[in-house]
């Protein structure tokens, strides 16, 4: 997909993920179902991060 901020071009990366619907309730007589990915990659954290000057662990 390609995209564009304050007129920077970005390229983003698609990836298929297998999803599935999950009923978790009802409000007001509606069914309320949420999308769970089947095989979501591990987000791992990121290193090195600084915000304001300050390290973040």
Do not use: F
Request: hydrophobic content about 35%.
């Amino acid at each position: 997909m390609h995209l564009r901020y304050r007129g920077v071009d970005y390229e983003t990366e698609t990836q298929n993920l297998d999803m599935t619907e999950e009923v978790i309730g009802r409000y007001r007589g509606a069914v309320v179902k949420r999308h769970v990915a089947k095989n979501a990659p591990a987000q791992g954290r990121a290193s090195g991060l600084v915000y304001r000057g300050a390290r973040v662990k």
